[in-house]
Protein backbone atom coordinates (compact mmCIF):
# COMPACT_ATOMS: atom_id res chain seq x y z
CA UNK A 1 0.00 0.00 0.00
CA UNK A 2 1.15 3.47 -0.60
CA UNK A 3 2.65 5.02 2.25
CA UNK A 4 0.22 8.25 3.02
CA UNK A 5 1.70 11.54 3.13
CA UNK A 6 1.55 13.13 6.00
CA UNK A 7 1.92 16.81 5.93
CA UNK A 8 2.72 18.87 8.46
CA UNK A 9 1.00 21.67 9.48
CA UNK A 10 2.78 25.01 9.89
CA UNK A 11 3.22 26.25 13.90
CA UNK A 12 1.96 29.34 14.58
CA UNK A 13 4.44 32.01 15.60
CA UNK A 14 4.04 32.89 19.01
CA UNK A 15 2.98 36.01 19.96
CA UNK A 16 6.06 38.68 20.68
CA UNK A 17 6.85 40.30 23.34
CA UNK A 18 5.14 43.93 22.73
CA UNK A 19 2.26 41.73 21.40
CA UNK A 20 0.75 40.07 24.88
CA UNK A 21 -2.53 40.92 26.45
CA UNK A 22 -4.24 42.77 23.87
CA UNK A 23 -7.10 40.49 23.20
CA UNK A 24 -10.70 40.58 24.50
CA UNK A 25 -14.19 39.84 23.31
CA UNK A 26 -17.03 42.52 23.23
CA UNK A 27 -18.52 41.08 26.19
CA UNK A 28 -15.53 41.25 28.53
CA UNK A 29 -14.44 44.75 27.56
CA UNK A 30 -18.05 45.59 28.49
CA UNK A 31 -17.67 43.62 31.83
CA UNK A 32 -13.95 45.44 32.55
CA UNK A 33 -15.58 49.03 31.69
CA UNK A 34 -18.44 48.46 34.47
CA UNK A 35 -16.05 46.95 37.19
CA UNK A 36 -13.75 50.47 36.00
CA UNK A 37 -16.50 52.70 36.50
CA UNK A 38 -17.70 50.55 39.59
CA UNK A 39 -14.40 51.03 41.39
CA UNK A 40 -13.95 54.84 40.05
CA UNK A 41 -17.63 56.00 41.79
CA UNK A 42 -16.50 53.65 44.86
CA UNK A 43 -13.50 56.25 45.36
CA UNK A 44 -15.26 59.26 44.53
CA UNK A 45 -18.03 57.99 46.97
CA UNK A 46 -15.19 57.71 49.62
CA UNK A 47 -13.98 61.21 48.97
CA UNK A 48 -17.29 62.77 48.79
CA UNK A 49 -17.71 61.72 52.69
CA UNK A 50 -14.39 63.00 53.44
CA UNK A 51 -15.38 66.22 52.05
CA UNK A 52 -19.10 66.82 53.07
CA UNK A 53 -17.24 66.71 56.85
CA UNK A 54 -15.30 69.92 55.74
CA UNK A 55 -18.13 71.85 53.52
CA UNK A 56 -18.76 74.65 55.65
CA UNK A 57 -14.55 75.40 54.72
CA UNK A 58 -15.09 74.97 51.30
CA UNK A 59 -17.64 76.77 50.89
CA UNK A 60 -15.69 79.61 52.53
CA UNK A 61 -12.73 78.76 49.84
CA UNK A 62 -15.52 78.78 46.81
CA UNK A 63 -17.00 82.06 48.23
CA UNK A 64 -13.76 83.55 48.59
CA UNK A 65 -13.42 85.08 44.97
CA UNK A 66 -16.63 86.66 45.28
CA UNK A 67 -16.17 88.64 48.49
CA UNK A 68 -13.14 89.92 46.58
CA UNK A 69 -14.74 91.06 43.53
CA UNK A 70 -17.12 92.72 46.06
CA UNK A 71 -14.92 94.23 48.16
CA UNK A 72 -12.81 95.40 44.85
CA UNK A 73 -16.32 97.36 44.02
CA UNK A 74 -17.38 98.73 47.18
CA UNK A 75 -19.94 95.96 48.14
CA UNK A 76 -17.74 94.62 51.17
CA UNK A 77 -20.50 92.54 53.53
CA UNK A 78 -22.36 91.04 50.68
CA UNK A 79 -23.48 87.88 51.24
CA UNK A 80 -25.22 85.19 48.49
CA UNK A 81 -28.72 84.39 49.07
CA UNK A 82 -30.91 81.51 48.78
CA UNK A 83 -34.61 80.89 47.69
CA UNK A 84 -35.40 77.64 49.14
CA UNK A 85 -34.77 76.26 52.84
CA UNK A 86 -32.71 73.04 51.63
CA UNK A 87 -30.96 74.89 49.10
CA UNK A 88 -28.16 75.34 51.25
CA UNK A 89 -27.45 71.59 52.23
CA UNK A 90 -27.99 70.71 48.83
CA UNK A 91 -25.12 73.40 48.02
CA UNK A 92 -22.93 71.33 50.69
CA UNK A 93 -23.73 68.23 48.52
CA UNK A 94 -22.98 68.99 45.62
CA UNK A 95 -19.52 71.46 46.60
CA UNK A 96 -18.51 68.28 48.46
CA UNK A 97 -19.04 66.01 45.08
CA UNK A 98 -16.98 68.81 43.02
CA UNK A 99 -13.99 68.66 45.51
CA UNK A 100 -14.45 64.69 45.83
CA UNK A 101 -13.45 64.52 42.33
CA UNK A 102 -10.79 66.94 42.54
CA UNK A 103 -9.75 64.58 45.19
CA UNK A 104 -10.71 61.29 43.45
CA UNK A 105 -8.71 61.90 40.37
CA UNK A 106 -5.55 59.77 40.96
CA UNK A 107 -7.82 57.12 41.53
CA UNK A 108 -10.28 57.72 38.73
CA UNK A 109 -7.23 58.10 36.20
CA UNK A 110 -5.68 55.06 37.45
CA UNK A 111 -8.95 53.34 36.82
CA UNK A 112 -9.12 54.96 32.96
CA UNK A 113 -5.28 53.64 32.32
CA UNK A 114 -6.60 50.01 33.53
CA UNK A 115 -9.29 50.03 30.93
CA UNK A 116 -7.33 51.00 28.15
CA UNK A 117 -3.61 49.46 28.97
CA UNK A 118 -4.38 46.31 27.67
CA UNK A 119 -4.81 47.32 24.15
CA UNK A 120 -1.28 48.99 24.65
CA UNK A 121 2.42 47.42 23.68
CA UNK A 122 3.76 45.62 26.69
CA UNK A 123 6.54 48.66 26.69
CA UNK A 124 3.80 51.00 26.56
CA UNK A 125 2.22 50.08 29.78
CA UNK A 126 5.00 51.00 31.95
CA UNK A 127 3.80 54.73 31.63
CA UNK A 128 1.29 54.08 34.42
CA UNK A 129 2.99 55.67 37.27
CA UNK A 130 3.49 59.36 34.88
CA UNK A 131 0.27 59.16 33.23
CA UNK A 132 -1.77 58.78 36.29
CA UNK A 133 0.74 61.55 38.23
CA UNK A 134 0.86 63.70 35.09
CA UNK A 135 -2.85 63.83 34.21
CA UNK A 136 -4.09 64.20 38.04
CA UNK A 137 -1.71 66.94 38.06
CA UNK A 138 -2.89 68.86 34.96
CA UNK A 139 -6.34 68.65 36.29
CA UNK A 140 -5.30 70.06 39.53
CA UNK A 141 -3.81 72.53 37.72
CA UNK A 142 -6.54 73.99 35.74
CA UNK A 143 -8.66 73.86 38.31
CA UNK A 144 -5.97 76.31 40.31
CA UNK A 145 -5.68 78.30 37.40
CA UNK A 146 -8.98 78.81 36.99
CA UNK A 147 -9.69 79.44 40.45
CA UNK A 148 -7.06 82.00 41.03
CA UNK A 149 -7.17 83.82 37.64
CA UNK A 150 -9.49 82.97 35.06
CA UNK A 151 -12.52 82.95 37.56
CA UNK A 152 -11.80 86.30 39.47
CA UNK A 153 -10.80 87.91 36.59
CA UNK A 154 -14.47 87.44 34.97
CA UNK A 155 -16.01 88.04 38.11
CA UNK A 156 -14.74 91.42 38.26
CA UNK A 157 -15.63 92.53 34.80
CA UNK A 158 -19.06 90.77 35.69
CA UNK A 159 -19.55 92.69 39.00
CA UNK A 160 -18.02 96.22 37.64
CA UNK A 161 -20.33 96.15 34.67
CA UNK A 162 -23.15 95.81 36.34
CA UNK A 163 -21.57 98.40 39.53
CA UNK A 164 -25.70 100.22 38.83
CA UNK A 165 -27.27 97.56 39.89
CA UNK A 166 -27.78 96.20 43.55
CA UNK A 167 -26.17 92.49 43.62
CA UNK A 168 -28.84 89.49 44.64
CA UNK A 169 -26.53 86.33 43.89
CA UNK A 170 -28.41 83.37 44.76
CA UNK A 171 -25.66 80.38 45.98
CA UNK A 172 -27.33 78.17 42.99
CA UNK A 173 -26.15 80.39 40.34
CA UNK A 174 -22.86 81.17 41.59
CA UNK A 175 -22.06 77.50 41.95
CA UNK A 176 -23.22 76.83 38.62
CA UNK A 177 -20.98 79.13 37.17
CA UNK A 178 -18.30 78.19 39.45
CA UNK A 179 -18.03 74.69 38.53
CA UNK A 180 -18.59 75.16 35.23
CA UNK A 181 -15.25 77.61 35.07
CA UNK A 182 -13.37 75.19 37.56
CA UNK A 183 -14.44 71.86 35.80
CA UNK A 184 -14.27 73.56 32.68
CA UNK A 185 -10.76 74.27 32.82
CA UNK A 186 -9.49 71.31 34.87
CA UNK A 187 -11.20 69.10 31.73
CA UNK A 188 -8.71 71.25 29.08
CA UNK A 189 -5.82 71.35 30.94
CA UNK A 190 -6.04 67.30 29.97
CA UNK A 191 -5.41 68.07 26.21
CA UNK A 192 -1.52 66.56 26.63
CA UNK A 193 -3.13 63.32 28.16
CA UNK A 194 -5.63 63.47 25.17
CA UNK A 195 -2.91 63.60 22.59
CA UNK A 196 -0.96 61.05 24.38
CA UNK A 197 -3.53 58.62 24.04
CA UNK A 198 -4.05 59.43 20.25
CA UNK A 199 -0.31 59.14 19.79
CA UNK A 200 0.21 55.88 21.32
CA UNK A 201 -2.94 53.89 19.50
CA UNK A 202 -0.88 56.00 16.15
CA UNK A 203 -4.22 57.95 15.14
CA UNK A 204 -2.68 61.40 15.71
CA UNK A 205 0.97 62.32 15.10
CA UNK A 206 3.00 65.33 15.76
CA UNK A 207 2.86 66.17 11.97
CA UNK A 208 -0.48 65.67 11.96
CA UNK A 209 -0.55 68.47 14.95
CA UNK A 210 1.52 70.96 13.41
CA UNK A 211 0.24 70.46 9.97
CA UNK A 212 -3.38 71.70 11.45
CA UNK A 213 -2.22 73.98 14.28
CA UNK A 214 -4.31 76.99 12.42
CA UNK A 215 -7.47 74.67 12.78
CA UNK A 216 -6.43 73.90 16.10
CA UNK A 217 -6.41 77.82 17.17
CA UNK A 218 -9.65 78.38 15.73
CA UNK A 219 -11.30 75.42 17.77
CA UNK A 220 -9.29 76.84 20.71
CA UNK A 221 -10.83 80.35 20.68
CA UNK A 222 -14.00 78.45 20.01
CA UNK A 223 -14.14 76.72 22.93
CA UNK A 224 -12.86 79.82 25.11
CA UNK A 225 -15.64 81.56 23.54
CA UNK A 226 -18.15 79.27 25.20
CA UNK A 227 -15.99 78.49 28.41
CA UNK A 228 -15.85 82.10 29.02
CA UNK A 229 -18.59 83.31 31.18
CA UNK A 230 -18.06 87.29 30.22
CA UNK A 231 -18.36 88.64 26.55
CA UNK A 232 -14.89 90.83 26.47
CA UNK A 233 -11.84 89.47 24.43
CA UNK A 234 -9.71 90.02 27.94
CA UNK A 235 -11.64 87.19 29.17
CA UNK A 236 -11.82 85.06 26.47
CA UNK A 237 -7.72 85.63 25.86
CA UNK A 238 -7.53 84.20 29.69
CA UNK A 239 -8.81 81.29 28.93
CA UNK A 240 -7.42 80.61 25.47
CA UNK A 241 -3.86 81.03 26.29
CA UNK A 242 -2.93 77.89 28.41
CA UNK A 243 -4.90 76.11 25.97
CA UNK A 244 -2.71 77.17 23.08
CA UNK A 245 0.21 76.56 25.16
CA UNK A 246 -1.35 73.02 26.45
CA UNK A 247 -2.12 72.60 22.43
CA UNK A 248 2.04 73.21 21.74
CA UNK A 249 2.86 70.98 24.82
CA UNK A 250 0.53 68.13 23.11
CA UNK A 251 2.72 68.45 20.05
CA UNK A 252 6.25 67.11 22.16
CA UNK A 253 3.65 64.44 23.89
CA UNK A 254 3.17 63.27 20.23
CA UNK A 255 6.71 63.60 18.75
CA UNK A 256 8.09 61.83 22.13
CA UNK A 257 5.44 58.94 23.13
CA UNK A 258 4.86 58.11 19.04
CA UNK A 259 8.84 57.56 18.33
CA UNK A 260 8.16 53.73 19.70
CA UNK A 261 5.45 52.87 17.22
CA UNK A 262 7.61 54.70 14.24
CA UNK A 263 10.56 52.95 15.01
CA UNK A 264 8.27 49.69 15.02
CA UNK A 265 6.91 50.41 11.94
CA UNK A 266 10.14 51.00 10.20
CA UNK A 267 11.75 47.83 11.36
CA UNK A 268 8.39 45.96 10.43
CA UNK A 269 9.17 47.76 6.54
CA UNK A 270 12.94 46.58 6.82
CA UNK A 271 12.14 42.87 7.42
CA UNK A 272 9.37 42.88 4.74
CA UNK A 273 11.88 44.28 2.09
Request: net charge positive; glycine share 6%.
Given at each position: ?PE????ER???R ?7 G????F?E???E ?7 S????I?A??VC??Y??Q??A?M ?7 F?AH???GQ?L ?8 FNLYI??A??V???LA??W?L ?5 F ?5 Y ?6 V ?12 A?GAF?Y??A????LN ?16 E?F??FT?V????G?I ?6 IF?L???G ?10 F?Y?VL?I ?6 V??T ?5 M??F?TP??A????S?GVAY???K ?5 RKA??A???
Amino acid sequence: MPEEVQTERPRRRAPSEDQLGGTMSFLEHLQELRRRIFLSLCGVIVAFTVCFGYANQIYAFMSRPLKAAFAAHGLAGQKLVYLNPITPFNLYIKLALVVGLFLASPWVLYQVWLFISPGLYKKERRYVVPFVLCTSALFIAGGAFAYLYAFPIALNFLIGYAHQFQPQVTIDEYFNLFTTVILGLGLIFELPTLIFFLSLLGVVNARFLLKNFRYAVLGIFIVAAVVTPTADITTMLVFATPMLALYTLSIGVAYIFGKDRRDRRKAKRAAAS
